[in-house]
């Protein structure tokens, strides 16, 4: 479904990604771990089309079958292509009511009734969104608003969901909850995109994980495989 | 003062303050998207009065084709400055955008001093929106009333195109966070041109009664309400649209009324914008309505 080859990513005059290879099967969960300033927002960004300085090659193959290039592209044209990102951060428009900022994630919607059944769907993936609906998005709490930034991507009905660390800054408990969801959301056919820095709760519902260090991909494998592995287990899992 | 006088200062100052308002919101607009102040909206409102001074009176085509003519024009003459003098730059610091505007602005004060002579014209009021009649000792002219209606009917469309409508929640999206903004699909190009677009008309709209109520055009017409109706923008809160109307409004009446009940002080009259902008930014930096911004991270 995707195909990463030898991807480089500038800023300035860093170079955060070192032609990194990373390929994505349809219907995995993929995860990609790695430590703060390892490369992997880079990696997700450029995917998405918001890197200007990246070099290499981004293959896409959408439902259809058909191929295309995405390096190069404007993030804008992303979602009609299939493709979603959450963002880091959450990037939720604290100015918007929570039902505003799911209605912009249908913006390349225009099938008033399909929207409404996404909406909905996400109000069932998160009732607590239902309840908030026409709060602004500012006033929810920082796990509401991850809730909301991944509704809001679902919202497209995306082929292939990124996530860019939703569990940052969660709660135990609710990073539990975001994780049981994306593999609900994986279940019904949706491929994603998983960086995290949380190693232990990615890599547990991974089909496929890599590892990512200082801009090069220095592992990767199942994500059992990868919780196994000792170099992992000391980096990343806290030693034991 | 009598009560007729007074009833009759009011509604000069609602008619006024309307069409600062109207102007007001262009800046308004822009400078929530942008954070850019488009000091070449005051010139797209005399370009606006001169197309329907051109089509009407030297033309001789019915108002209603001439004011058609005049929006369009405008319109498209706003559209053309974002392109050529602000989109290339959208990355650029914004200082160079800013120093775009103002050689933007100087541009098409010039270039209409060449094209259309820096001679003033006299605009022909249509004999119909300025016959008198009286309401219970007041004496009105259609063209009084006709002002404050048209904007208010013109800003309650936009509050609805802003508050109501896809574009509109996109426009709203962006003055917060564009790069999220282009992630939802949003082509955040066209809905900036949609912005510019607004704006313009709106500019011509107040060009076209500006000339109807002061009947006559010239190329500079467009720098005192210009900078009238960024005043206005900032007094009612830079990035609120009700805000550039109230604003609008109360500078309308700060001026018509404080000549009215002072007549010695008529001299003064443009000074009193640049005191109330004084007494805000001081008082109340954000404006009337001007949001604080609270980001949760």
Same mark, same amino acid.
């Given at each position: 479904?995707?195909?990463? &080859? ?18 994505? &099967? ?58 979603? +990102? ?12 929570? /039902? /505003? ?38 006033? +929810? ?21 990124? +996530? ?15 994780? &049981? ?14 960086? /995290? ?44 | 003062? *009598?009560?007729?006088? @007074? ?31 488009? $000091? ?111 904007? $208010? ?26 790069? *999220? ?14 912005? @510019? ?22 190329? @500079? ?13 900032? $007094? ?35 000074? @009193? ?25």
């Amino acid at each position: 479904m995707l195909e990463i &080859r030898d991807l480089n990513v500038w800023y300035g005059g860093i170079h955060a990604v070192h032609g990194v290879n990373l390929s994505i &099967r349809r219907g995995e969960i993929v995860t990609l771990i790695g430590a703060n300033g390892a490369g992997k927002s880079s990696t997700i960004r450029a995917i998405a089309g918001l890197v200007k300085g990246c070099k290499g090659s981004i293959e896409y193959t959408d439902a259809g079958g058909k191929t295309v290039q995405l390096a190069g592209k404007q993030p804008e044209v992303m979602v009609k292509l299939g493709i979603a +990102l959450s963002p880091e951060g959450r990037r939720i428009l604290p100015h918007l009511t929570v /039902e /505003e900022n799911l209605l912009l994630g249908a913006y390349t919607r225009s099938d008033k009734k399909e929207i409404a059944e996404n909406m909905e769907y996400g109000y069932s993936l998160f009732p607590r969104l239902r309840e908030r609906r026409a709060q602004k998005g500012g006033t +929810l709490s920082g796990g509401e608003q991850q809730m909301l930034a991944v509704a809001r991507a679902m919202m497209s009905r995306p082929d292939l969901l990124m +996530l860019d660390e939703p569990s940052l800054g969660l709660a135990p408990i609710l990073v539990e909850e975001v994780f &049981r969801i994306i593999q609900t959301i994986n279940r019904e056919g949706r491929t994603i995109l998983l960086v /995290e820095q949380n190693a232990f709760a990615a890599l547990r519902i991974a089909h496929k994980a890599y590892v990512l260090e200082t801009g090069d991909i220095t592992l990767e494998g199942t994500g059992a495989e990868l919780l196994e592995n000792p170099k992992v287990k000391e980096a990343y899992l806290g030693g034991a | 003062m *009598t009560l007729n006088m @007074f009833v009759q200062h009011f509604i000069n100052a609602l008619g006024l303050g309307s069409l600062y308002g109207l102007i007001a919101i262009g800046y308004t607009m822009v400078y929530g998207i942008l954070r850019l102040i488009n $000091f070449a909206h005051g010139d797209i409102f005399m370009l606006g009065a001169y197309f329907v001074f051109f089509s009407t009176v030297m033309y001789k085509m019915p108002w209603a084709v001439g004011v058609g003519i005049a929006i369009l024009g405008a319109t498209l003459c706003g559209l053309l400055v974002d392109r050529v003098a602000y989109r290339p730059l959208r990355s650029a610091p914004r200082i160079s955008a800013l120093i775009s505007a103002i050689g933007v602005s100087f541009f098409i004060e010039n270039l209409a001093v060449v094209v259309f002579t820096g001679m003033p014209r006299p605009v022909v009021q249509p004999p119909m929106l300025m016959k008198a009649f009286s309401v219970g000792g007041v004496r009105l002219v259609p063209l009084g009333l006709m002002v404050p209606a048209i904007s $208010f009917v013109l800003v309650s469309g936009l509050l609805w195109v802003v508050y109501k409508t896809k574009p509109g929640l996109a426009m709203r999206s962006i003055s917060h966070d564009i790069e *999220t903004t282009r992630l939802m699909g949003v082509s955040v190009d066209r809905i900036i041109a949609l912005t @510019f677009a607004i704006g313009s008309a709106l500019a011509a709209v107040a060009g076209i009664m500006w000339a109807l109520r002061y009947p006559r055009v010239e190329p @500079f017409m467009g720098i005192i309400p210009g900078f009238k109706a960024f005043i206005a923008a900032v $007094f009612g809160g830079i990035g609120s649209i009700p805000g550039a109307m109230l604003g609008g409004l109360a500078l309308g009446f700060v001026e018509i009324m404080s000549v009215a009940f002072f007549p010695k002080l008529s001299g003064y009259k443009d000074a @009193f914008a640049f005191v109330l902008l004084i007494v805000i930014l001081l008082a109340k930096p954000t404006g009337l309505m001007g949001e604080k911004l609270e980001d949760k991270i």
